[in-house]
Each structure stands twice: as C-alpha cells, then as structure tokens.
C-alpha cells in the first residue's frame, strides 16, 4: 500500500521561506501526478500546486504564483512545495497527494482527482 509522508512544517514569520517534502513509499511514485493542497481552519481544501508524472508540467493557484514551486524526484520518491515570501494567509494544514495516472504531463487540481492522501503537515506563518 503506497503511503505518503510530509515534513518541513514549521511556525514562521511573514516573509520567510520553507520547503515542504512529500515522501512516498513503495516504488510506484514514478507513476503519480503529485499534487499539494491545504486547508485552513473553517475553510475548504484548496488546490496550491501540482506536477506531472514525468514532464514536469507544473500548475499553481493565483494566490502562490510567483512565490511557491512545485518539484519532484523520482530518484528519491519525493515531492516538494518551496514557499517562499510566506505571508499570514498561506497558514494552513498542507497535505500532499498522488494521482495514479497513464499521463506524463497532465496536472490534477481537483481534490476527487487524486486518490492517496498524506497526514498534513503545519504552516503557520506569525509575526
């Protein structure tokens, strides 16, 4: 059973940056669009970015364009989200998720699109 792991979660002031990390487990991370959402208190889940599989075509909401960037290594099993210039809005629970897909490039936004979930991990930016 494929499992995924975040890490990197931290309290932080506006302006900093962090990297999260999304590790999967099992080897058939290769197959997975990865997808990176979020969730703030009394709020819905929402879409902050995503990869393909293996083209590395990436898709951002309006609200991180610009300062957040979605990668992976296959090599490693991994997806990351680097924040950077993190702001009180982008407070949040931040999830990872894997789309198992026969597409190389095509990116998944919708929440019901992907079908392996992580636990989250916190972001809460705080001066």
């Known amino acids: 059973q494929v499992q995924l792991i975040e890490s990197g979660g931290d309290s932080v002031q506006p302006g900093d940056s962090l990297r999260l990390s999304c590790t999967v487990s099992g080897r058939m991370f290769s197959r997975y669009a990865m997808g990176w959402f979020r969730q703030a208190p009394g709020k819905q889940r929402e879409f902050v970015g995503g990869?393909?599989?293996?083209?590395?075509?990436?898709s951002y909401a309006d609200s991180v364009k610009g300062r957040f960037t979605v990668s992976r290594d296959n090599a490693e099993s991994t997806a990351y989200l680097q924040m950077n210039n993190l702001t009180p809005e982008d407070t949040a629970l931040y999830y990872c998720a894997g789309a198992l897909t026969y597409s190389a490039d095509d990116v998944y936004t919708l929440p019901y699109e992907y079908s392996t979930w992580g636990q989250g991990t916190q972001v809460t930016v705080s001066s």
């Open positions: 990869i393909s599989k293996k083209t590395n075509v990436t």
